[in-house]
């Protein structure tokens, strides 16, 4: 698969990374790879995990520019569905673009503009 992929997380976390020059989430540690989405599962996925967090972030990812190795693996709760993960830290040239990412006053995301 081709095309960009998306991270979702908090602002204070990718700060860390960006001037570290690599970013590196829990799940590395804790499952062996960075959880991502393509932009059509973005919204299911923050809405079931992030319901009502502030201070998130989206990041845009350019698989070409990951040193890491990314593999489409099934999802936990719908099995025929791939995900794309990240099996090493995130390169701070692979990230494309950072969106805010608040949710609405009942905890809820919506899509920001520029993501399709």
Known sequence: MSGHIYHITTRTAWSFGKAAGMYRAESL?????????????ILRVANKY?????????????????RAEVRWEQG?????????????????????????????P???YSLPAGIK
């Open 29 to 41: 540690e804790q499952d062996g790879f960075i959880h991502c989405s393509k932009a059509s599962q």
């Open 76 to 104: 936990s709760d719908k099995p025929e569905e791939l995900f794309p993960h990240i099996y090493g830290p995130i390169d701070r040239n692979a990230v494309v673009d950072i969106f805010d990412f608040s949710p609405g």
């Open 106 to 108: 009942d905890g809820s």
């Open 50 to 66: 992030y319901h009502g967090q502030t201070d998130m972030v989206i990041l845009r990812i350019d698989p070409s520019q990951l």
